[in-house]
Each structure stands twice: as structure tokens, then as C-alpha cells.
């Protein structure tokens, strides 16, 4: 079990942990909410839990709780610049189906 992110996901979360001045890394999540059912959480992390799962990627920590672990097995998360809009792409192949706007999904 894996979650991934790109070199311009780890490049845009490293600058953020910078310019907060700590963190060990970043916490990849989902909650129940939205359309669809459920979403994605981030959150900086100074210290993980000791059931969390720890991913390094680019010099990057993702750290994922073993309930959402389920859920982004296997997703790619990417950061993403459309005109005046920026924000974090997740490629999971889990997801049976997205809400129009987006913002949750369905396994």
C-alpha cells in the first residue's frame, strides 16, 4: 500500500513547511462529506501517530492514517496551476465515481 505524490506536489509542499518553519510533513486523509460522499483532508504534521502510514517522496513526508489508507491506495498527488487557479490533483484509482463540481468522490 502506497500513496505517491509528484515532484511539483513535493516542491509546492516543501515550500509551505519552509515558510511555516516546521513540520515534519504533510497528512493525506479523507472525511465523510460532499455530493459524493467523501473528500480529501490535508493538514501539516509535526509528529505522526504511531499507527500512520509514512510515504517519502522528494525529500517530502506523507503521512496517511490507516482508515484513509483504504480509500487513496495507490493515489498519484499532483500540484496543478490552470490560469488563476492552483491547488493539489489526486489520481486515485479507487474512485468509482466524482460529484460534478469535484469536490468528492465515491469508491
Known amino acids: ?13 516543501r515550500q509551505q513547511l519552509d515558510q511555516r518553519g516546521a513540520g515534519l510533513g504533510i497528512r493525506v486523509g479523507v472525511k465523510t462529506t460532499g455530493c459524493s460522499g467523501m473528500a480529501y483532508v490535508l493538514e501539516f ?20 492514517d ?9 493515489t498519484v498527488m ?5 490560469g488563476l487557479n492552483e ?8 474512485i468509482a465515481g466524482e460529484c460534478g463540481c469535484g469536490e468528492s468522490f465515491t469508491v
Open 45 to 64: 504534521v509535526d509528529e505522526a501517530d504511531n499507527d500512520d502510514a509514512v510515504f517519502e517522496n522528494h525529500g517530502v513526508s506523507l503521512i496517511v
Open 66 to 74: 490507516p482508515k484513509s489508507l483504504v480509500y487513496i491506495d495507490g
Open 87 to 94: 491547488g493539489f490533483e489526486f489520481k486515485n484509482p479507487n
Open 1 to 13: 500500500m502506497a500513496i505517491t505524490m509528484t515532484e511539483k506536489a513535493a516542491a509546492h509542499v
Open 78 to 82: 499532483d500540484f496543478v496551476k490552470e
